[in-house]
């Protein structure tokens, strides 16, 4: 019988490989927000339109959509540390690329779009990946505490990537954009290196040898088909991504065409979201304890304050109230964020939890369709308006969710 590690936040941290893997995703969130804000002023800037705006965010996420399960099985079958590793040295390879574009002054709008895409690539690596490694050292009695922490720092990066984007961008423009992001994720590299891991095959010693690719793949799908507990919980993530999250995406716009702001302005009102994200964060870690009962409700009515939050900030008509709604903001999607993570691992058979989270990436991926909607609303209404009509589409389907789903009364 193996012997859980002790729990608490503290043995955590005294792991080596969690300490590891904990650290990637700090330096790279903080890489993926501050990228995704300065790109998102840049755009402004260059085009003035809020749909080519949203369309770098529909990039970023497209790879999420297309590719999320296939690493998932990739992640069942092959190396971690490998894949971790080759998708580092890709992103590293191209925030190398994207310095000198922008260092010459030969960087365009088409280059940014890509590398927005090749940056979603990686992040699609990040659910089916690092997250179940994550799961895989923590074990079942520190589950809660790991998903929580990891998602209280990456929240803390929303809050450190913002900042340093929008000052960044306003001092150096793109190249000290890409010059942070290239040291960044050279440390990432040096840190998965020196990861220890042992993965046995499948976590499951009698299950039986799996034939194909294709037959892992099919297997996930019948899986969450079954499933009814997964399948709201899938259902929950999709609304938070096509309703919830992509109004980020409008802050650069409002920022700048509504509110005035300069770019390190709207860093710093950007990074109060993820304030409010880190508060909630380290809260829901202090506080979740062992429960799946608390881990449904918290991550149920989370993302349900999430859209109530997210039309009041298309409502607010000043920077204070704006500034205000936002940290509000960060606070319920912390809820959604630390507990997504959590039940996916633990309701998941060990043999499939790869395959689970690369299907909640292609859950997290529909948010593209998302950004599309803002986008185009926003063109015709204002980013403000655009927010508020689309918290109230994600209501609707989030209650329907929420009536079905017994387990959350009981």
């Given at each position: 019988?193996?012997?859980?590690?002790?729990?608490?936040?503290?043995?955590?941290?005294?792991?080596?490989?969690?300490?590891?893997?904990?650290?990637?995703?700090?330096?790279?969130?903080?890489?993926?927000?501050?990228e995704?804000?300065?790109?998102?002023?840049?755009?402004?800037?260059?085009?003035?339109?809020?749909l080519?705006?949203?369309?770098?965010m529909?990039?970023?996420?497209?790879?999420?959509?297309l590719?999320?399960?296939?690493?998932?099985?990739?992640?069942?079958?092959?190396d971690?540390?490998?894949?971790?590793?080759?998708?580092?040295?890709?992103?590293?390879?191209?925030?190398?690329?994207?310095?000198?574009?922008s260092?010459?002054?030969?960087?365009?709008?088409?280059h940014?779009?890509?590398?927005?895409?090749?940056?979603?690539?990686f992040?699609?690596?990040?659910?089916?990946?690092r997250?179940?490694?994550?799961?895989?050292?923590?074990?079942?009695?520190?589950?809660?505490?790991?998903?929580?922490?990891?998602?209280?720092t990456?929240?803390?990066?929303?809050?450190v990537?913002?900042?340093?984007?929008?000052?960044?961008?306003?001092?150096?423009?793109?190249?000290?954009?890409?010059?942070?992001?290239?040291?960044?994720?050279?440390?990432?590299?040096v840190l998965?290196?020196?990861?220890?891991?042992?993965?046995?095959?499948?976590?499951?010693?009698?299950?039986?040898?799996?034939?194909?690719?294709?037959?892992?793949l099919?297997?996930?799908?019948?899986?969450?088909?079954?499933?009814?507990?997964?399948?709201?919980i899938?259902?929950?993530?999709?609304?938070?991504?096509?309703?919830?999250?992509?109004?980020?995406?409008?802050?650069?716009?409002?920022?700048?065409?509504?509110?005035?702001?300069?770019?390190?302005?709207?860093?710093?009102?950007?990074?109060l979201?993820?304030?409010g994200a880190?508060l909630?964060?380290?809260?829901?870690?202090?506080?979740?304890?062992?429960?799946?009962?608390?881990?449904?409700?918290?991550?149920?009515?989370?993302?349900?304050?999430?859209?109530v939050?997210?039309?009041?900030?298309?409502w607010?008509?000043?920077?204070?109230?704006?500034?205000?709604?936002l940290?509000?903001?960060?606070?319920?999607?912390?809820?959604?964020?630390?507990?997504q993570?959590?039940?996916?691992?633990?309701?998941?058979?060990?043999?499939?939890?790869?395959?689970?989270?690369?299907?909640?990436?292609?859950?997290?991926?529909?948010?593209?369709?998302?950004?599309?909607?803002?986008?185009?609303?926003?063109?015709?209404?204002?980013?403000?308006?655009?927010?508020?009509?689309m918290?109230?589409?994600?209501?609707?389907?989030?209650?329907?969710?929420?009536?079905?789903?017994?387990?959350?009364?009981?």
């Open positions: 019988m193996t012997r859980e590690p002790p729990a608490g936040i503290g043995s955590l941290l005294a792991d080596g490989n969690y300490l590891r893997i904990w650290l990637m995703g700090g330096l790279a969130g903080a890489s993926r927000w501050l995704m804000l300065a790109l998102g002023i840049y755009a402004v800037e260059v085009t003035g339109s809020p080519l705006v949203a369309l770098l529909i990039l970023r996420l497209a790879p999420l959509a590719f999320g399960v296939v690493i998932g099985t990739l992640a069942d079958r092959a971690r540390k490998l894949v971790v590793i080759a998708s580092l040295v890709l992103v590293f390879a191209l925030s190398v690329v994207m310095l000198a574009l260092w010459s002054g030969a960087v365009a709008y088409w940014v779009a890509v590398a927005a895409f090749v940056s979603g690539m992040w699609a690596t990040d659910m089916p990946i997250r179940r490694l994550i799961g895989d050292v923590a074990g079942a009695g520190r589950i809660a505490q790991a998903m929580s922490l990891d998602s209280a990456n929240n803390a990066t929303r809050m990537g913002p900042l340093l984007g929008g000052a960044l961008y306003q001092w150096l423009g793109l190249s000290g954009v890409y010059g942070l992001n290239t040291v960044t994720y050279g440390l990432c590299l998965a290196l020196g990861l220890l891991l042992h993965q046995d095959r499948d976590e499951d010693p009698g299950a039986p040898a799996r034939a194909t690719p294709l037959r892992d099919v297997e996930a799908f019948r899986y969450a088909r079954r499933d009814r507990e997964f399948l709201r899938l259902a929950v993530t999709v609304v938070f991504n096509v309703w919830g999250f992509a109004f980020m995406s409008m802050l650069p716009v409002i920022g700048e065409a509504e509110l005035g702001l300069a770019p390190g302005e709207i860093g710093v009102l950007t990074s979201e993820g304030v880190f909630g964060a380290v809260a829901v870690a202090w506080l979740a304890g062992t429960s799946r009962l608390r881990f449904r409700r918290i991550y149920y009515f989370g993302t349900l304050a999430y859209l939050l997210v039309f009041l900030v298309g607010a008509p000043t920077v204070a109230a704006t500034a205000g709604a940290v509000a903001v960060g606070l319920a999607g912390a809820c959604f964020s630390s507990m993570s959590t039940l996916t691992y633990v309701v998941a058979p060990p043999a499939l939890r790869s395959r689970m989270f690369g299907l909640l990436a292609i859950c997290i991926g529909t948010g593209m369709i998302g950004s599309v909607n803002v986008g185009l609303m926003a063109e015709y209404f204002g980013a403000s308006v655009a927010l508020q009509i918290a109230v589409e994600g209501l609707i389907p989030l209650v329907l969710v929420g009536v079905g789903w017994r387990a959350l009364r009981r």
